[in-house]
Antibody
Framework: QVQLVQSGAEVKKPGASVKVSCKASGYTFTYYAMHWVRQAPGQRLEWMGWINAGNGNTKYPQKFQGRVTITRDTSATTAYMELSSLRSEDTAVYYC?????????WGQGTTVTVSS | QAVVTQEPSLTVSPGGTVTLTCGSSTGAVTSGHYPYWFQQKPGQAPRTLIYDTSNKHSWTPARFSGSLLGGKAALTLSGAQPEDEAEYYCLLSYSGARLFGGGTKLTVL
């Protein structure tokens, strides 16, 4: 069955970087795009960007330009989201979401905690 | 940067009908914003109910429907059930970039 399995929880210090992975299975990885969405405790969902897994094209919101990088490894059928210059406000659950028509499959979420 | 607006909270009686809306600070929401609707219950990941204004997934209960109404995207729940109590988020596309609304907390009471 179609599945997105994300990497485990991370604890990082302010100023560090974090790289979250999203392993896809059960479908042709390159036929779909992958979004990254995060949710800070008690806050709204926040879109962080997406990648066309076929050609590697990406798009990021202005807020995260220069701080987020989304990549993919087609041989490993895995997408990655790297966030740099971490601050306490980046403490959140990070989700990958498959898309081409409908953002239909979500990963289980990865908790990233930024604390000194 | 656009702002996507939703009602902070709404209440519906069991069996009743309620419409949640999703507006854009840039003007009327159109099909070109490809509106999405998500449901999120406490402690759970969101799940997608509606995409591209009105399309449903196989798991979307028939009582949910999506539309454009008065310059906004709308999610209508007809025949509310207790299990529909949740936070609902809309998502709009702006030339490929996406933006979530602030969410609507729906109470079934």
């Amino acid at each position: 069955q179609v599945q997105l399995v994300q990497s485990g929880a991370e604890v990082k210090k302010p100023g560090a970087s974090v790289k979250v992975s999203c392993k896809a299975s059960g479908y042709t990885f390159t036929y779909y795009a992958m979004h990254w969405v995060r949710q800070a405790p008690g806050q709204r969902l926040e879109w962080m960007g997406w990648i066309n897994a076929g050609n590697g094209n990406t798009k990021y919101p202005q807020k995260f330009q220069g701080r987020v990088t989304i990549t993919r490894d087609t041989s490993a059928t895995t997408a990655y989201m790297e966030l740099s210059s971490l601050r306490s406000e980046d403490t959140a659950v990070y989700y990958c979401v498959r898309d081409w028509s409908g953002m239909d499959v979500w990963g289980q979420g990865t908790t990233v905690t930024v604390s000194s | 940067q656009a702002v996507v607006t939703q009602e902070p909270s709404l209440t519906v009686s069991p069996g009743g009908t309620v419409t949640l809306t999703c507006g854009s600070s840039t003007g009327a929401v159109t099909s070109g914003h490809y509106p999405y609707w998500f449901q999120q219950k406490p402690g759970q990941a969101p799940r997608t109910l509606i995409y591209d204004t009105s399309n449903k997934h196989s798991w979307t209960p028939a009582r949910f429907s999506g539309s454009l109404l008065g310059g906004k995207a709308a999610l209508t729940l007809s025949g509310a059930q207790p299990e529909d109590e949740a936070e609902y988020y809309c998502l709009l596309s702006y030339s490929g970039a996406r933006l979530f609304g602030g969410g609507t907390k729906l109470t079934v009471l």
